[in-house]
């Protein structure tokens, strides 16, 4: 499956929040990538120390998209502990994973499903342990590490990452130059294509498909109707056309999942995809 990574994007937020004897780095990187984005994009970058700051910002940024039309790239240049969530220079202040996608999420829907993140932080791929494809997704792409990141790649990698992105106008082939190594790549619409594939194996395949018509046989006959013969067929019919797969379970989805941004792919893609899965 080829994956649709066009967005939008007019400017580069670059938000960083660090102990004052680590900026040095973050300061460098920074104006490596104002630079290049001079006459493409508008460079914003916010020094915070507190959580409550970078609560503050991604709220404002909230309402700039949807009031001034803000379509950022948004870097989150700070720590990130696995557990705790998204350190800030405050020491023992967190952001939890959980309430970053909540924030992010305000600004995609804001975007409509237009933003891009470069978690440039220690563990900043958790952000999408609690994601499911039943609300809006909180970044159209996500580029972040699963596990620790040294300063020295962060310094040697992204000004490349977004100097090429700036001239080509790609993130796939940016990404696999410079950030592959470290970062993991995540794309809301492959999350969207496994969850539902899933479901229609598990559900609507199989054994699952089986064990799924029989208890939505006992709770029609549990609500009332007659037991009877002519009932049974009747209603085994109706839920076995009922539970197949179709458009309208992809449309469904796309309308709130991907905030009504057309999925890259049909539901005989998602099929064929099913089919030959089980076949292998």
């Known amino acids: 499956m080829r994956l649709d990574t066009l967005f939008s994007c007019n400017s580069v937020v670059w938000v960083t929040s660090l102990p004052d004897d680590e900026l ?32 503050q910002l991604l709220n404002e940024m909230a309402v700039r998209a949807r009031e001034d039309g803000l379509r950022p790239m948004l870097v989150l240049d700070m720590h990130g502990h696995p557990d705790n969530g998204l350190s800030v220079a405050e020491p023992g202040e967190f952001v939890p994973w959980e309430r970053l996608a909540e924030l992010l999420r305000e600004i995609n829907v804001a975007t409509h499903n237009n933003l891009c993140v470069v978690g440039a932080a220690c563990y900043a791929l958790t952000a999408i342990k609690t994601l499911t494809d039943a609300s809006p997704t909180p970044f159209f792409v ?11 790649f962060l310094e040697s990698n992204l000004s490349k990452f977004f100097g090429e992105v700036f001239s080509s106008g790609g993130v796939d082939a940016a990404y696999e130059r410079h950030l592959q190594a470290r970062f993991k790549y995540f794309h809301c619409e492959r999350l969207l294509f496994i969850a539902i594939a899933r479901y229609i194996k598990n559900a609507c395949r199989g054994k699952g498909a089986a064990e799924r018509r029989e208890r939505l046989l006992t709770e029609v006959f549990e609500a009332g109707m007659p037991n009877t013969p002519e009932n049974r067929k009747d209603v085994r019919t109706k839920i076995k056309n009922g539970i197949q797969p179709d458009q309208g379970i992809l449309d469904r989805y796309t309308a709130t999942y991907l905030i009504g941004k057309a999925a890259g792919f049909t539901m005989d893609q998602l099929l064929d995809y099913v089919e030959r899965a089980s076949t292998a």
């Open 24 to 55: 040095g780095p973050s300061n460098r990187m920074s104006e490596s990538v104002e630079e290049i984005s001079t006459g493409k994009f508008t460079f914003v970058r916010r020094c915070l120390r507190r959580s409550s700051e970078l609560e």
């Open 142 to 152: 996500l580029f972040a590490p699963e596990k620790e990141v040294k300063v020295g």
